[in-house]
Every structure is written in structure tokens, then in C-alpha cells.
């Protein structure tokens, strides 16, 4: 619970703290207390993104402090039932804190909270039970099923983000962020893929059938025309969805790049 008027090397030393003693591993609400006539384009909301952003369980809340309204700026995890359904509000220059999700004691109830996990200082958790190293991430030594685990969920990349920014290292995921790109493979160079080795087989057959001086039946050389086509179309299916993969993770990483830092709602 805070006033959120806290001083930029604090948080920055909050956010580490919160590592070095496990904090990040258990489920946590976070609270910023505030006079609803400031407006969400107004209020530091800083100090609580580093707890948001590090725990994968969170509700991000605002309560007013002359009557106690409780509003969810944003929640993760088991706190989205909260929202009741409803979309994750939309938290910027434009908007209202009448216009945020209501919270009351009573939602608290439908929360089912995991257990925390064992977390080292340098791990988070993101969402679908992925824990990542972020010495391994910066270091590119995360898989490709965990890059892509962290782009396809954008709660995932708005963690690390979020995270690296609480610890101000906003340059070090910058830089991380442009090496994710994709490059799709040269279809000119790119090895042709002969499925089942069913092209290769039919043709071995037809091969020896001519070096027998017979000529190969009709149907073996449908067969062996058949395989080419369904090879081609496999490339050609793989080739495209390499392109259309590299230039979606191209606009996620623009987009994530112009991003501002999360201090106060988005301007």
C-alpha cells in the first residue's frame, strides 16, 4: 500500500530488493492510494509496477481515499477474476477512474491462490507456469520455445519489460529486444524437405525399373508426381508461415519499442 510518491533511486532499489528476498514468487495486491480529482494520467504509479510486473498473480489497484473505492488498473494471474469477464482496462492519458473495473472485499473470494514458487533472485515467473532466467535471457540462452512462449503472450513480454524497467535496465532489454527478430530462411538455399522419404523411395523404384530396361507403369509415375506436389506444398506452406512469423514478431518488437516507461498512465 503506498502513496506512490516515492523517490526514483528507492524504487529502483524496491525493485531489486524484491528479488533478493523472494518477494516476486508469491502472489501479492498491490495498492495505490490517491484523490481521485488527479486523474490516472497524474498518479506515479511506479513503485507498484515493480511488484506487477515481477509476480505472476497480481491485482494493481486504486483506492480512493476520501470514500474508499477500490478500482483494478490491472491484474495477472489468478486476479483476473476480478474483472468478472471483462476486458483488462485500458489505462491511459484518456482515462477515468470511474471508468476502471470496481473492486469490492467480497470479489477476493473467487481467488484461488497458487502456492508460491521457489524462485532465485534472477528468475520470474511469467504466465502458463514459464520461469525464465534473465541472465540466460539477456545472454540469448533461453530456447526458442521460451522466446516465443514470452512473445505470444503479451502479459509475458510486458513482465520482462516491465521488470527491466523497475531495475532500470530499460537499455539492456532494448538491446535484447532487437536481437529476437526472425530471419526467415532463403528459399533459393532452404533444403527440400521429402516427407515420409516417399519422392525418394517411388523414384529409387523407377530408377531401377529403367536401368532393368522396363518402363515404369503409369501409376508409379502418378505416385512419384503426387510426392513432389505434396512436397512443394509443404515448403511452400513452411516458407510462408516463416515470413508471416518474422513479420509478426517485427511489429511486436516496434511496438514494444515505443512503449514508454511506466511511471505514470501512458501520455
Not at 190 to 199: F, Y
Not at 240 to 260: A, D, F, G, L, Y
Request: aromatic share 6%.
Amino acid at each position: 500500500m503506498t502513496d506512490g510518491l516515492i523517490p526514483s533511486e528507492t524504487r529502483v532499489k524496491f525493485a531489486h530488493d524484491i528479488a533478493n528476498h523472494g518477494i516476486h514468487s508469491i502472489s501479492c495486491v498491490v495498492v495505490v492510494f490517491g484523490n481521485p480529482s488527479i486523474g490516472p494520467s497524474g498518479c506515479d504509479i511506479s513503485v507498484g509496477v515493480s511488484l506487477f510486473a515481477a509476480v505472476p498473480n497480481c491485482a494493481f489497484l486504486f483506492c480512493n481515499e476520501t470514500n474508499g473505492d477500490l478500482r483494478a488498473m490491472q491484474t495477472k494471474g489468478a486476479f483476473n477474476v476480478l474483472l468478472h469477464g471483462q476486458p483488462h482496462p485500458t489505462f491511459d492519458s484518456s482515462s477515468r477512474w470511474d471508468s476502471l473495473p470496481q473492486v469490492c472485499a467480497a470479489d477476493f473470494a473467487a481467488v484461488c491462490i497458487p502456492p508460491p514458487k521457489n524462485l532465485d533472485a534472477n528468475e520470474v515467473a511469467l504466465q502458463d507456469s514459464l520461469v525464465i532466467n534473465m541472465d540466460d535471457l539477456f545472454a540469448n540462452r533461453l530456447s526458442v520455445d521460451q522466446i516465443a512462449n514470452i512473445f505470444g503472450n503479451v502479459d509475458n513480454l510486458s513482465s520482462v519489460r516491465m521488470t527491466m524497467q523497475a531495475r532500470g535496465q530499460q537499455d539492456d532489454f532494448r538491446h535484447w529486444l532487437r536481437q529476437q527478430t526472425i530471419n526467415p530462411d532463403d528459399p533459393l538455399l532452404k533444403p527440400r524437405q521429402d516427407l515420409q522419404g516417399n519422392a525418394g523411395l517411388l523414384f529409387i523404384e523407377l530408377i531401377d525399373l529403367v536401368n532393368r530396361g522396363q518402363s515404369p507403369p503409369s501409376s508409379l509415375q502418378s505416385r512419384l508426381r503426387f510426392a513432389y506436389r505434396k512436397n512443394m506444398r509443404y515448403f511452400i506452406t513452411e516458407a510462408q508461415n516463416q515470413i508471416q512469423k518474422s513479420t509478426e514478431r517485427k511489429n511486436i518488437i516496434r511496438h514494444t519499442e515505443v512503449m514508454p516507461t511506466i511511471t505514470r498512465a501512458s501520455r
